[in-house]
């Protein structure tokens, strides 16, 4: 009798044994709508390299680039459905979710990507990560694009250049108050209508990064392109409450620290890119890069700052405080 237990016990033993090795390790789906060679891309390759170098067997990261689950206006709704467990849309795309992060959207807030960087590592900055939790998500981290300029197929040097003149933007109330402020007319229409909206002239211009004109090749269908830095284009990148608070606990940090290591990468590839690619649009000799003079700037400026008054019910003025006093 007492073998018969002895070998039950084992047997029980060897198939609990067997049962936790066959596990499937955690899935994590990664989706976002560039290509791999990009910033956010490389990010998210680096992200996948950390997780399964470190928890090997444990937790698998899928990433599917170029829109090939979800474009960003549908992947936050996918991922509440749990059909997708990380992304990074860019900030102006929680306007459903959190007013708060229009702050990203308030033209000439900051005056460059290290004021951006310290207002985002600041308290402020990192209670706003939290904003999106009554929702069910979860901000995880800022990854960088850049400083948005203007293009146009005329040069747009003052505010009054602008006038009548139709920009496309993305789909943010801040955004189209933005230039309405300078007479201009905003659309809104999905990135991946840029260029044939440029191409047949049924907009005059748009508002991206230097990384974004070169990759999507839009400086090639506009005359000119003024160099503002009048904006922020960054990203969110973000999970389900859900999700991440059901990961194991001892699991959870590792993912957090790996996420974290690699969006600093990202975010340097980020700036370097930034350079080179607005070099190359120079190089190129098919869009002349307009610098403007302080004075045009303080145009701009004085033309544009009424929007922050404007949603600043919205955003909070303190908040709006922080990011000014990043500047400094």
Do not use: C
Request: proline letters at 4%; aromatic letters at 8%; glycine letters at 6%.
């Amino acid at each position: 009798m007492k073998n018969l237990k002895h070998m039950l016990v084992t047997a029980i033993a060897s198939l609990t044994l067997a049962t936790a090795s066959w596990a499937a390790p955690i899935e994590i789906k990664f989706s976002h709508v560039v290509a791999e060679n990009t910033p956010k891309g490389q990010m998210a390759l680096k992200f996948k390299e950390l997780v399964e170098e470190r928890l090997p067997g444990k937790v698998e990261v899928k990433v599917f680039p170029n829109s090939q689950l979800f474009g960003d206006n549908k992947v936050l709704e996918a991922m509440l459905l749990g059909d997708v467990q990380i992304a990074a849309p860019s900030l102006s795309k929680f306007d459903a979710y959190t007013k708060s992060l229009q702050i990203f959207d308030l033209p000439f807030l900051f005056d460059d990507m290290t004021a951006v960087e310290k207002f985002q590592q600041s308290p402020k900055g990192q209670e706003l990560l939290g904003a999106i939790e009554k929702k069910g998500l979860v901000g995880l981290g800022y990854l960088h694009n850049g400083m948005k300029q203007i293009s146009a197929n005329k040069p747009i040097i003052t505010p009054e250049d602008a006038n009548g003149q139709k920009f496309r933007i993305q789909t943010s109330d801040v955004l189209a108050a933005q230039f309405e402020a300078v007479g201009a007319i905003p659309v809104k229409k999905p990135f991946s209508e840029v260029f044939t909206l440029l191409q047949t002239k049924a907009i005059d211009g748009q508002e991206n990064t230097w990384s974004n004109m070169y990759s999507k090749k839009f400086f090639e269908v506009q005359s000119h392109i003024t160099e503002t830095n009048h904006g922020v284009l960054d990203y969110l990148v973000v999970t389900s409450k859900e999700f991440w608070m059901t990961l194991p606990e001892d699991i959870r940090p590792i993912i957090k620290k790996s996420l974290d290591e690699a969006i600093l990468v990202g975010n340097r590839i980020a700036q370097k890119k930034a350079d080179d690619d607005r070099q190359a649009i120079i190089d190129s000799g098919r869009s002349q890069v307009i610098s403007i003079s302080k004075e045009a700037r303080l145009k701009w400026i004085a033309a544009m700052k009424p929007v922050w008054e404007q949603f600043s019910h919205e955003i909070g003025a303190d908040m709006i405080g922080a990011a000014v006093e990043a500047n400094n």
